[in-house]
């Protein structure tokens, strides 16, 4: 005579989740362990064995399981011990909230229970790795194509909703020790070797707004270094080509002069072409103009990146390092007896700065009146 089994009957004594990993693989699978007790229907213990079925819904009521396992176990005067999980169980369930709903002998019991973390199941802790394979077809909370061992979703999309992921690292000092250190580091590995599967290290979208913001808190240095080529598909607002160089000549360098060239030398440790210039004299041939004072950084043979030349406030002396513009608006200071107005092209002349008719053989286009310090902003068209 079968045993009827009503959801009153049955007491589970702990749902605790355990992780452990599978030998020979990289991914880490959820198993639960269920203990409870079974009754009759006249409240007596059950003793023998029975047919359970686990399974894992993503609603409370309704829907389609997303997990199904069933086994035999023995029930010993109504207790029993029992696991499901493992290596079957796609730990991407549990990324929403998921209910457990168990069946004795085919008989469904009710309500569903709500999963719920052990508490240091609720945080990661330092040194925690996400290992998986996860196709680009992934799809997460109705995003396609994203493919990632990890998503990080911040559904607040208030005025006041916050980011997605704060990495926040304690390194206030530089050193042979600290060269790869960063909030947040991407590493992208191209088995063959030749950087021919198209894979990048980070990639920025946005579907509304910009894709990438960044800012260095130290005005000194820039907001962002990139140690090889740039390849850009859309325009560059408010940009500047500019070369770290150095001041041969034996009068300092302010911000807004105008310099000639003086040839190049190589810092041997940066591996960086140094270009060398001086204040322009009338008659040379104008190579740019001096935006700031610079100073070298020290060298870290161990560093990620060695950026290595920043800027400070003051003139740059005789053998100091300057940043020199040379295509872009820049703040230049031209001669006082230069009555170029809004719109004209200047150019070198034999008396210093002179007005061109056109565009042809000048350095620039005046695009502003003089301030008070004397600048006027330059569009450079070298």
């Given at each position: 005579?079968?045993?009827?089994i009503?959801?009153?009957?049955?007491?589970?004594?702990?749902?605790?989740?355990?992780?452990?990993?599978?030998?020979?693989c990289?991914?880490?699978?959820?198993?639960?362990?269920?203990?409870?007790?079974?009754?009759?229907?006249?409240?007596?213990?059950?003793?023998?064995?029975?047919?359970?079925?686990?399974?894992?819904?993503?609603?409370?009521?309704?829907?389609?399981?997303?997990?199904?396992?069933?086994?035999?176990?023995?029930?010993?005067?109504?207790?029993?011990?029992?696991?499901?999980?493992?290596?079957?169980?796609?730990?991407?369930?549990?990324a929403?909230?998921?209910?457990l709903?168990?069946?004795?002998?085919?008989?469904?019991?009710?309500?569903?229970?709500?999963?719920?973390?052990?508490?240091?199941?609720?945080?990661?802790?330092?040194?925690?790795?996400i290992?998986?394979?996860?196709?680009?077809?992934?799809?997460?909370?109705g995003?396609?194509?994203?493919?990632?061992?990890?998503?990080?979703?911040?559904?607040?999309?208030?005025?006041?909703?916050?980011?997605?992921?704060?990495?926040?690292?304690?390194?206030?000092?530089?050193?042979?020790?600290?060269?790869?250190?960063?909030?947040?580091?991407g590493?992208?590995?191209n088995?063959?070797g030749?950087?021919?599967?198209?894979?990048?290290?980070?990639?920025?979208?946005?579907?509304?707004?910009r894709?990438?913001?960044?800012?260095?808190?130290?005005?000194?240095?820039?907001?962002?270094?990139?140690?090889?080529?740039i390849?850009?598909?859309?325009?560059?607002?408010?940009?500047?080509?500019a070369?770290t160089?150095?001041?041969?000549g034996?009068?300092a360098l302010?911000?807004?002069?105008?310099?000639?060239?003086?040839?190049?030398?190589?810092?041997?440790?940066?591996?960086?072409?140094?270009?060398l210039?001086?204040?322009?004299?009338?008659?040379?041939?104008?190579?740019?103009?001096?935006?700031?004072?610079?100073?070298?950084?020290?060298?870290?043979?161990?560093?990620?990146?060695?950026?290595?030349?920043?800027?400070?406030?003051?003139?740059?002396?005789?053998?100091?390092?300057?940043?020199?513009?040379?295509?872009?608006?820049?703040?230049?200071r031209?001669?006082?007896?230069?009555?170029?107005k809004?719109?004209?092209?200047?150019?070198?002349?034999?008396?210093?700065?002179a007005?061109?008719?056109?565009a042809?053989?000048?350095?620039?286009?005046v695009?502003?009146?003089?301030?008070?310090?004397?600048?006027?902003?330059?569009?450079?068209?070298?």
């Amino acid at each position: 005579m079968p045993t009827r089994i009503t959801r009153h009957l049955i007491v589970l004594a702990s749902i605790l989740l355990l992780l452990f990993l599978l030998a020979g693989c990289g991914w880490i699978y959820p198993t639960f362990s269920h203990q409870g007790r079974l009754l009759t229907a006249a409240g007596r213990p059950v003793t023998g064995d029975r047919t359970i079925t686990y399974r894992l819904f993503h609603e409370s009521t309704g829907g389609s399981a997303v997990y199904t396992q069933q086994k035999t176990i023995h029930v010993n005067n109504g207790y029993f011990d029992s696991s499901f999980g493992a290596a079957n169980v796609d730990p991407k369930i549990f990324a929403e909230q998921t209910w457990l709903e168990i069946a004795i002998n085919g008989e469904t019991l009710s309500p569903r229970q709500l999963l719920r973390a052990a508490p240091y199941a609720a945080s990661l802790v330092s040194g925690a790795a996400i290992v998986g394979s996860e196709p680009i077809t992934y799809t997460y909370s109705g995003k396609k194509d994203l493919g990632s061992s990890l998503i990080v979703l911040n559904n607040d999309s208030s005025v006041k909703g916050g980011s997605g992921v704060t990495a926040i690292i304690n390194s206030s000092t530089m050193g042979d020790d600290k060269g790869n250190v960063a909030a947040i580091k991407g590493v992208t590995i191209n088995k063959d070797g030749k950087g021919s599967t198209g894979t990048y290290a980070g990639i920025f979208r946005s579907a509304d707004f910009r894709g990438l913001y960044a800012k260095g808190d130290n005005t000194r240095a820039g907001a962002a270094f990139f140690d090889g080529s740039i390849y850009v598909t859309g325009n560059c607002t408010g940009c500047a080509l500019a070369m770290t160089g150095r001041n041969a000549g034996a009068e300092a360098l302010a911000a807004g002069d105008l310099v000639a060239a003086a040839g190049v030398e190589m810092d041997e440790e940066y591996g960086l072409p140094i270009m060398l210039v001086r204040k322009a004299v009338p008659g040379e041939k104008i190579v740019g103009v001096v935006s700031t004072a610079m100073e070298r950084g020290d060298y870290y043979p161990d560093a990620l990146a060695q950026v290595g030349y920043e800027s400070r406030p003051g003139p740059a002396n005789s053998g100091d390092f300057v940043a020199i513009a040379m295509e872009g608006l820049v703040q230049a200071r031209l001669p006082g007896d230069v009555s170029a107005k809004l719109g004209d092209f200047v150019t070198s002349a034999e008396t210093g700065v002179a007005v061109a008719p056109d565009a042809a053989g000048s350095f620039g286009q005046v695009m502003s009146e003089p301030d008070e310090a004397g600048l006027t902003w330059l569009l450079l068209n070298r």
